[in-house]
């Protein structure tokens, strides 16, 4: 049966360890359940802050969520987390437009989010994936262009003869993904200079894609 109900993904990225509180916390307020990646720094220290982190390992946690849902969700786990002070995390949530396999969630009044409100700054999701060891080379070209911080994501395959796809590229341990949530303004200068610089456009060399984001918690 179709829905008409509408989702988003919450995006939240903590310290190593913090993981399984946020799933916690998220379930406790209705949200069915989530995936934590890890990520990882790299040498370069100066590239490794992300939104100026000072810690190497992050935990990213993926959830969807009815919309109405994911704000309430996410800005208690801002709360109660504390990502109104600095290194303790961020989370972000994006338009979902098909949402399958998580059953049926109870209706829920759309209270207002007070997230930092897209009317006054907009943001996107900058994802990159490049060959494993160039994530750094992603990190430096953006921080050149303006963005303030990433993480690197390192993405297996789930065995050692197979790989996951993701848009027909596949990913395996010698893949990096590098997300960067950078100012609406600012996004097509750093987009860019990634695909100019290390020449995303021949075959094998990797891919940018952008997302548009919603609402932001714990960004300073």
């Known amino acids: 049966m179709e829905s008409n109900e509408i989702y988003e993904l919450i995006c939240v990225i903590v310290n190593y360890g913090v ?6 916390i998220a ?14 720094g790299t040498a370069k220290s100066k590239v490794l802050k992300f939104f100026e ?22 800005e208690i786990i801002s709360r109660d987390l504390k990502f109104d002070k600095p290194n303790h995390g961020i989370a972000f949530t994006i338009n979902v437009p098909v949402f399958l396999g998580g059953g049926n969630y109870e209706y829920i009044k759309n209270n207002k989010c007070r ?8 943001y996107n999701s900058i994802f990159t994936i ?9 990190m430096d070209i953006a921080t ?22 993701l848009f ?15 100012e ?19 075959p094998g060399n990797g891919i940018i894609f952008i997302l548009d984001v919603n609402k932001t918690f714990g960004i300073a």
Do not use: W
Request: glycine share 12%.
């Open 115 to 122: 997230g930092e409100d897209m009317a006054e700054k907009k």
């Open 19 to 24: 993981g399984g509180k946020v799933l916690k």
């Open 53 to 74: 982190f000072a810690e190497q390992k992050k935990e990213i946690v993926v959830m969807v969520a009815p919309k109405a849902l994911s704000c309430e969700a996410t």
């Open 144 to 165: 050149e262009s303006g963005a303030k911080g990433g993480t690197i994501i390192n993405a297996r395959g789930s065995g050692i003869h197979e790989t996951t796809k």
């Open 184 to 202: 609406q303004q600012i996004t097509k200068d750093i987009a860019t200079a990634i695909r100019d610089k290390l020449k995303i456009d021949q």
């Open 130 to 138: 490049v060959d494993k060891g160039k994530g750094e080379d992603v």
């Open 27 to 40: 379930k406790k307020n209705g949200v069915r359940g989530g995936t934590v990646f890890y990520g990882t």
């Open 168 to 182: 027909n590229m596949e990913i395996n341990p010698e893949k990096e993904i590098v997300l960067i949530l950078s």
